[in-house]
């Protein structure tokens, strides 16, 4: 009753295989396995998971469950600037959110999204260690500090 | 065995270490209201996420309530469950659970039998803050051939997901998101009919809001009755019988074969029949097949697979289609008593009273979901003609009877029809675990040893452990006989045959815990397993009392073989009664 179509290469499936060998193809692993696709792909697509569920011989469903429950796991590709807004509680009081919704604002799309030219992804952090620089934006390795909604514009100017 | 003394609401109690405070209470004929705890004590099935905290009471020494579902007595503890602090917690949690829950309790399926519902009203809410402005659609609905799922009235209780994963080990749904939008769903939200579903219908009975309810086809079924061009036929399997009278009241364990017989035609069936017929004539062929292998592999004939496995319920046929392709030679090819019922009504019957096939709508009633996939399955149609063309459950049949003014229990007890509605008790144990091998047994025994079986009951082949054996002797042959009902049980032993370790000759599977008396389609037993064995008992008395217990005795069986079919396992039998598997495992694609 499965009429899911996989597309992989068979290098993929065969990193996938691997990964989950790794750690012993057991599922108590799976956040592990999870982690390191993720950062191997970028990003966790339903065809990734349906291999690991073959690795680790457990229900792809439950894959799917781990997968949405977390936070840090997403199905959508990372934009080739991925921009990640701290929400941590400094953060947060420094008015965080207000820089976030001006991000969604000028990028058209919500968090765990990307841009149509997969040029701009949005994602949200827990404190990155940096709460003397509140609110703080990350856009691929460079820190923005003390970001207000103002300044939305101007960093992403710098990378059109 | 160590025991504890403890105190609830001021009554004292031993009880066993590790027992819950909820069971203790129970034990004092304390009634604590629990949501999302469900247990079916006799077969081993407990859902325990302490997840909605309605059962909580106030415990000494600890300074939250607690769950009581999940709680452990511990010695000299002292429980209070109905104090203000605690009355005032549950109605915290339920006007949590309704803030955004659909309040349309008039429209819904579950409407009645609904334990959210019933929650509600036994814990007097009368209003919810603030509900009328609670957003609550956000799910898609999502219909397949045998289930309807409607997420927005999912309060979370996660039974459905135990069932699949734990008891079916299907795992075709799961737990997904988090906070509102939280709920049970397939891999990736898909649709179910897209997931590994086996359609055994296990969620949907013991879901306890409307969240999950069969496909309703009792319109089209009273379509077809009120058509004049249409000659519609009805055959009720053996598991119905015993639970009917559940939705009417009555005590479950209620034998109303006469009452539904008689409520049947009152709704205007032309014919009455019997899927016990079906069931006798499933024995026949399976029966002849068993012997077949097994007298083969006797004689040193590798080819022969042994195990034979029984193939007569549907969601156990998809469960081995989808986990164990490479096993599909080793099941019985005998279609299931519904499709051979079907396969007949529609050839050998609908001859002999001169109706064209396509002017025939048969019916089925069924104890099950899996049978309206089944129905539905390509291979049992001829020119797109299905051989059953409607399978309602039999708590679609219940509200059929109560939509059409029936009282069905003042009803006088009728006969069913001939010939298709006659039947020994071999076809009746079908509905219990372990009543189809025990059927074939007292089949095959004859057959195979050309002796009266003296003793007709094999009664080391019931209980309602989920894996059981027995070996029987066939004079002088000992016969290894493995039974499992639910589809995790199966799987062990499916494991085993594909390892090549398996001792047994035959085994038998049922997708439901209890066989079809337990099955997706029946009464709801609200966690309750002493319905299911009431149940189960009213099977064997409705064995006990008929004249003929051996389905090759049966007198329009014989006639059937002598007038239609040629003998079992003739080239006209495999054309009509025997079907093929399929191989639907997914498969990784590559990208060349
Ligand atoms: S699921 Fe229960 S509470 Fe919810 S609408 Fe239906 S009957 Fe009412
Ligand atoms: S019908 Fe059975 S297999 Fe399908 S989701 Fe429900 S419990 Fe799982
Ligand atoms: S679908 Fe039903 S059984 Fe499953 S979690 Fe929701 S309410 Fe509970
Ligand atoms: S809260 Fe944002 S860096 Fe600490
Ligand atoms: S019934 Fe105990 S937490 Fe739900």
């Not at chain 1, 952090?125 to 003397?132: D, H, S």
């Not at chain 2, 089944?374 to 059929?400: K, Y």
């Amino acid at each position: 009753m499965s009429h899911i179509k996989i597309e992989l290469r068979k290098e993929d499936v065969d990193f996938i295989k691997g990964v989950c060998s790794t750690f012993n193809n057991d599922p108590q692993e799976l956040i592990n396995v999870l982690h390191t696709c993720q950062e191997h792909f970028g990003y966790l697509p339903a065809e990734v998971q349906e291999v690991v569920s073959d690795g680790l011989n457990m229900p792809v469903a439950k894959i799917y469950g781990v997968v949405t429950f977390y936070s840090f796991f997403t199905m959508t590709p990372k934009g080739k600037h991925p921009i990640s807004i701290c929400l941590g509680t400094a953060c947060y009081v420094r008015g965080a959110e207000k820089v976030l919704d001006e991000f969604k604002k000028e990028l058209a799309i919500q968090v765990g999204e990307s841009t149509p030219d997969n040029k701009f992804s949005l994602s949200t952090l827990r404190c990155v260690g940096a709460c003397g620089l509140a609110p703080v934006v990350l856009v691929g390795d460079k820190t923005y500090g003390r970001v207000a909604p103002d300044d939305v514009k101007n960093i992403l100017k710098e990378y059109v | 065995m160590e025991t504890i003394k403890l105190t609830i609401d001021n009554k004292e109690i031993d009880v066993p270490r590790g027992t819950t405070i909820y069971k203790a209470a129970r034990e004092l004929g304390i009634d604590i209201p629990t949501l999302c705890y469900m247990e079916l004590h006799d077969m081993n099935i407990e859902n325990k996420p302490a997840g909605c905290r309605i059962c909580v009471a106030e415990v000494s020494g600890r300074r939250t309530l607690a769950p009581t579902c999940a709680t452990k007595c511990e010695p000299g503890m002292v429980v209070k469950t109905h104090t203000p602090r605690v009355l005032n917690a549950r109605r915290t949690v339920m006007e949590f659970i309704l803030s955004n829950h659909p309040k349309d309790c008039l429209v819904c399926s579950k409407s009645g039998t609904c334990e959210l519902q019933d929650m509600a009203h036994r814990l007097g809410i009368k209003d919810i803050p603030g509900a009328e402005y609670a957003a609550v659609s956000t799910f898609r609905m999502d219909t397949s051939p045998s289930i309807i799922r409607n997420l927005d009235k999912c309060i979370m209780c996660r039974r459905c997901e135990m069932m699949c994963n734990d008891v079916q080990t299907v795992g075709a749904i799961s737990a997904v998101n988090r906070g509102f939008m939280a709920t049970v769903a397939p891999a990736f939200e898909q649709n179910l009919e897209h997931s590994t579903c086996t359609y055994c219908g296990q969620c949907v009975s013991v879901c306890p809001t409307g969240a999950l309810t069969e496909v309703n086809h009792v319109p089209q079924v009273l379509r077809a009755l009120v058509d004049p061009t249409k000659t519609v036929v009805v055959q009720t399997a053996p598991a119905v019988r015993a639970a009917l009278g559940e939705e009417f009241g009555l005590a479950p364990g209620t034998l109303v074969t006469g009452k539904m017989t008689a409520a049947l035609r009152t709704l205007g069936f032309d014919y009455v029949f019997d899927t016990d017929f079906a069931a006798d004539l499933t024995i026949m062929e399976e029966g002849t097949e068993l012997l077949d292998r097994l007298s083969k592999y006797l004689k040193g004939d590798k080819t022969a697979k042994i195990p034979i496995l029984t193939s007569c319920c549907p969601g156990w046929v998809n469960f081995f289609e989808e986990y164990f392709p490479d096993l599909k030679d080793v099941p019985s090819t005998a279609k299931s008593p519904q499709q051979m019922f079907g396969a007949i009504a529609k050839t050998y019957f609908a001859d002999k009273i001169g109706v064209n096939r396509k002017d025939m709508v048969v019916v089925s009633i069924m104890p099950c979901l899996a049978k309206k996939y089944e129905c539905q399955r390509d291979e049992f149609s001829v020119d797109g003609n299905p051989d059953v063309d409607f399978s309602i459950s039999t708590r679609e049949l219940a509200s059929f009877i109560k939509q059409a003014n029936i009282d069905i229990k003042n009803l006088h007890d009728e006969e069913f029809d001939s010939p298709l509605g006659e039947s020994t008790g071999a076809g009746v144990i079908f509905g219990n675990t372990g009543g189809v091998i025990e059927a074939a047994c007292r089949t095959a025994y004859e057959l195979y040893t050309g002796k009266k079986l003296e003793r007709i009951e094999f009664t080391e082949l019931r209980g309602m452990e989920g894996v059981r054996s027995a070996t029987l002797d066939f004079d002088g042959l000992p016969l290894n006989i493995g039974i499992a009902h639910g589809l995790g049980n199966a799987r062990k032993l499916l494991n085993d045959v594909r390892s090549g370790k398996s001792q047994f000759h035959a085994i038998e599977v049922m997708a439901c815990p209890g066989g079809c008396i337990g099955g997706g389609g029946q009464p709801l037993h609200h966690g309750n397993s002493e319905i299911i064995k009431a149940r189960a008992a009213a099977i064997y008395t409705e064995d006990r009392k008929k004249p003929l217990r051996k389905s090759h005795e049966n007198p329009f069986i014989i006639k059937l073989y002598d007038e239609f079919l040629g003998k079992p396992g003739s080239e006209k039998a495999h054309h009509l009664l025997h079907t093929h598997y399929f191989d639907k495992k997914k498969k990784i694609m590559i990208k060349k």
